[in-house]
């Protein structure tokens, strides 16, 4: 299983622009590290705008502008290989299946096993545990595992791991030459300089999703910032995508890290775009596909991640979700379970979205009734804005349905104000 997973984050030929069978987001592409730095001047732009046009405001940002693609894969693909190694051992420790969060190492079966296959010495991974405050509890889960793996200062750490072909160690960051050490130096650099920006104008950063493959890099390197500036508020928000069965892991994941170490957890949650090109590229590859396999099973696991978030609101008063979401069940949905949760709307932490257009039917009476709401505007060249719209009225199942039921109550509040003798009230 985990190889076959380990194929989901390889190149692969067929896939080259990653364009083919995007029904709902624009990804870009950078020809090189200017063109990256370019896009972080346009988005900080836009927290300028945002600044300017509404209190607590957000920009969205992509990690595929700020990053070149490639670079992005082959750091999704060390982190997976980083995180099978860690379910080989537990496997062979007896616990495999468990939820990621009940899975934990026994430290010195651990060290063991790493002296056996020749990986570290019992002194040297002793060393590891004590470094990182980890072996006083005398076990290791997978959120002290990849700890060990510091994305931001020890990133040339020589960390060997089997290879599952050859049965040989080699180096984890083996794909990792001096080139790539720069490349994620400038990628923390760009996300550093928003980050700051949207602190000092009172903006908060929304990082999108992307294809599952890359989306482990664009993951750790969002958790990575949300460590340095959620102190003391939710500045910067991670997507989960939930059509990806493994949504609940990584929102509880990321939240209980957020728990241990003390910082605001920020989540946009929406249901997914990559549909079509998840499932063709996980049947010519050759590994399981990553999503669900009909929407209502999509939909559960929304509400479930959302049910979570909702609790730890009530819980902690230290995480914040946006409901990113067309979908007028989901939107009764939540409000059923704040009023179940005593989560007031004023207390902004929870808010909605939908996009620039579509759904005013639920925005509109969402900011009559005190709640956080924004309208999503995509920003670019008008010859990638619209093909981008027409994939997004694709993308949300019964479109033309909801548009059908808004111009029949837009008509009928025209009636309405026509009986009454006051059109422009």
């Given at each position: ?47 300028d705008a945002s600044s300017g046009s509404s209190v607590d405001g957000f ?203 003390g910082w605001h957890f920020g989540a946009k949650l929406v249901r997914g ?153």
């Amino acid at each position: 299983g985990a190889e076959k997973q380990e194929k989901q984050y390889r190149a692969h030929q067929g896939f080259g622009n990653h364009h083919g069978g995007v029904t709902g987001a624009h990804t870009y592409f950078c020809a090189d590290e200017a063109k990256c730095d370019q896009h972080m001047e346009i988005f900080l732009r836009c927290i300028d705008a945002s600044s300017g046009s509404s209190v607590d405001g957000f920009s969205a940002i992509k990690l595929t502008a700020l990053a070149r693609p490639q670079f992005l894969m082959r750091f999704s693909e060390v982190l997976v290989k980083w995180q099978s190694f860690f379910h080989r051992m537990a496997a062979e420790q007896g616990q495999a299946g468990r939820a990621v969060l009940d899975t934990k190492l026994e430290v010195e079966k651990l060290q063991e096993a790493l002296a056996n296959l020749g990986i570290a010495s019992k002194a040297e991974s002793q060393e590891w545990f004590i470094g990182g405050n980890l072996s006083t509890s005398g076990t290791v889960d997978l959120l002290d595992w990849n700890s060990l793996f510091d994305s931001r200062t020890k990133l040339s750490r020589p960390l060997l791991i089997p290879n599952r072909m050859t049965g040989q160690l080699e180096p984890l960051l083996s794909c990792f030459g001096e080139e790539e050490e720069l490349q994620m130096k400038r990628v923390l650099q760009r996300m550093d300089v928003l980050a700051k920006t949207a602190m000092e104008k009172g903006v908060r950063l929304m990082v999108d999703a992307e294809q599952s493959y890359f989306q482990p890099a664009i993951s750790r390197i969002t958790v990575d910032t949300q460590r340095r500036f959620n102190r003391s508020q939710p500045i910067i928000y991670n997507t989960y995508q939930c059509y990806l069965k493994e949504a609940y892991n990584n929102v509880t994941g990321n939240m209980e890290l957020s728990r241990r170490e003390g910082w605001h957890f920020g989540a946009k949650l929406v249901r997914g775009a990559y549909m079509e090109q998840e499932r063709e590229r996980a049947a010519q590859m050759g590994y399981e596909d990553p999503i669900h396999p009909t929407y209502e099973k999509t939909s559960e696991m929304y509400y479930r991640c959302l049910d979570y978030v909702l609790e730890e609101i009530t819980r902690s008063r230290k995480a914040s979700v946006m409901v990113a979401s067309h979908n007028e069940d989901t939107v009764k949905f939540t409000l059923r379970r704040m009023r179940e949760l005593g989560i007031h709307p004023s207390d902004k932490k929870v808010c909605f979205g939908q996009l620039l257009g579509m759904c005013d039917q639920i925005t509109f009476p969402l900011g009559q009734a005190g709640f956080p709401v924004y309208k999503y505007v995509p920003y670019g060249p008008v010859n990638e804005v619209l093909p981008y719209l027409s994939r997004r009225a694709q993308e949300n199942r019964g479109f033309m349905q909801r548009t059908n039921r808004e111009r029949d109550l837009l008509w009928r509040e025209v009636k309405r104000r026509l009986l009454a003798g006051n059109l422009f009230s």
